[in-house]
């Protein structure tokens, strides 16, 4: 599977997800080293209706999306044969298996932007670091998250 096609496998898998849609998450960028998603702010993410900050839950959830993208195209990219269904029983297999969250700043924003860029990617586990930043370009949460790739 060259470059090109893994990454297109994984745009299809991220658009075939509902919960990416709820969150209104979009790919940005995606590359072999580093994934960029984005999403507008919504009164249904609101999880301090006072502050008029993101919930907590939203960005955790978009940290672990944007790092699993990583994760995902690593399997993709180590996939070079096979049929369509052998490579998508070995991405329905891919999944999250710890994840540490710092959140750092109060979600408060127009726009977030997530990143994520690999630490580790072995034949069983992918280690991916991610951030989650504001419109103002503040830094709201980081997250290091494992993933089981094999």
């Known amino acids: 599977m060259d470059h090109s096609n893994a990454h ?16 209104g998450l979009e790919i940005d960028e995606l ?8 999403f507008r702010m919504r009164d249904d993410l609101v999880g301090n ?7 907590g839950g ?10 699993g993208l990583m994760a995902f195209l690593g399997v993709a ?8 269904e052998e490579k998508m029983e070995r991405f329905s297999r891919l999944g999250t298996i710890d994840m540490r969250v710092d959140y750092l700043r ?18 069983r586990i992918a280690v991916i670091r991610a951030e989650l930043h504001n ?16």
């Open 49 to 55: 209706y006072t502050r008029n900050i993101l919930h």
């Open 106 to 123: 109060p979600g408060a924003g127009a726009y977030f932007v997530a990143t994520a860029r690999v630490i580790r990617s072995g034949n």
């Open 77 to 84: 990219e180590r996939i070079r044969s096979g049929s369509l």
């Open 135 to 150: 419109d103002s370009d503040e830094l709201v949460a980081t997250a290091t998250c494992t993933y089981i790739v094999g």
């Open 8 to 23: 297109r496998v994984v745009h299809d898998l991220f658009s075939k997800i509902p919960f990416n849609q709820l969150l």
């Open 31 to 38: 590359s072999d080293d580093h994934a960029r998603l984005s």
């Open 58 to 67: 939203v960005i955790s959830a978009t940290l672990d999306v944007t790092a």
